[in-house]
């Protein structure tokens, strides 16, 4: 059975090599896992006074966490951190009290960036992050992109061994989250 997983991009810019790694891996995924991205870019920042009514894009990005199997952020790295973008995702994600679309939720990391550490000081701040509001997160294997030119073409990703890599990825994912989905057993 294919799992249905909410990414969560969090380079807001329409061009981003986040965005474009994910398009690439939502290919090498199939059928395990059919990734679809979640828009965060119309969330208004997160402010506890909004929580009466909430407002539409976060009523429909809740409901699209919700619905989904699992979830994938896939990070950028700014300033060795992880994306305000993102942060004000999970915020909403989290709240209100009592209404947290995150708990429980099969989840991994991924990220691509420019830079040389590719995304490794932003995934470990997020991994905190993600963890402290109940994303159950997998540990393995990990994916840092130290990104290039060339690497992604068209969609498709032209190095073997890296889509090996990604593939491997997918299908421990899948795995992770077909364990999580398992009923518990009963004594």
């Known amino acids: 059975m294919t799992a249905k997983v909410a990414v969560i991009v969090g380079s807001l810019r329409k061009d981003s090599v986040n965005r474009s790694f994910t398009q690439a891996l939502a290919k090498l995924a199939r059928p395990k896992l059919d990734l679809q991205i979640v828009e965060i870019g119309d969330l208004p920042l997160y402010n506890q ?6 407002p539409a894009p976060v009523v429909r990005f809740k409901q699209q966490i919700e619905s989904a199997d699992a979830v994938l952020f ?13 942060k004000n995702a999970i915020e909403w ?24 550490v590719g995304t490794a000081a932003a995934q470990s701040q997020l991994r905190s992050v993600a963890s402290a509001v109940g994303v159950a997160l997998t540990a ?13 073409v068209d969609g498709e990703i032209t ?12 299908a421990k994912f899948a795995d992770w989250i077909a364990r999580l989905r398992q009923p518990a057993l009963s004594f």
């Open 49 to 54: 006074d909004l929580e009466g009514d909430l």
């Open 74 to 86: 896939v990070t950028p790295e700014f300033n060795r951190s992880f994306s305000a973008a993102l």
């Open 93 to 116: 994600g989290s709240r209100p009290w009592g209404k947290n679309s995150w708990a429980g939720k099969p989840g991994a990391i991924v990220g691509a960036t420019l830079g040389a």
């Open 159 to 170: 190095d073997a061994s890296f889509a090996g890599l990604l593939e491997d990825f997918a």
């Open 140 to 152: 393995q294997p990990e994916v840092y992109l130290s990104y290039r030119e060339g690497l992604i």
